[in-house]
Nanobody
Framework: VQLQASGGGLVQAGGSLRLSCAAS????????MGWFRQPPGKEREFVAA????????YYAGSVKGRFTISRDNVAEMMYLQMNELKSEDTAIYYC????????????????????WGQGTQVTVSS
């Protein structure tokens, strides 16, 4: 399984970015997906997750209302639309693939995701 994250960059506070994650190596539509981030000097943290069929989404409280996770099961892609960016959103963002097929609720726990992309840097200047 390979995951390739892209779309990071430098943006001013209040701006927007859209991250993408390209998946290959297994039947994408059977697995939940998630976005996590690691701010400088901090532990990796949950950002958002989406159920295998796109039917449900979950967000960390700090990004709810500003970020939107989505997926395209035909194209085998996942996205994270980030609006109203703040300096505290600065981090390396990772996409991740769930280990379990067709989980009823997408997991927010990193250990449930054995597959990780390489990370993409998001820097928000204030």
């Amino acid at each position: 399984v390979q995951l390739q994250a892209s779309g990071g960059g430098l943006v001013q506070a209040g701006g927007s970015l859209r991250l993408s994650c390209a998946a290959s190596g297994r039947t994408f539509s059977n697995y939940g997906m998630g976005w996590f981030r690691q701010p400088p000097g901090k532990e990796r943290e949950f950002v958002a997750a989406i159920k295998w069929n796109g039917g449900s989404t979950y967000y960390a409280g700090s990004v709810k209302g500003r970020f939107t996770i989505s997926r395209d099961n035909v194209a085998e892609m996942m996205y994270l639309q980030m609006n109203e960016l703040k300096s505290e959103d600065t981090a390396i963002y990772y996409c991740a693939g769930d280990r379990a097929t067709r989980r009823s609720v997408a997991s927010q726990v990193p250990r449930e995701y054995p597959y990780w992309g390489q990370g993409t840097q998001v820097t928000v200047s204030s």
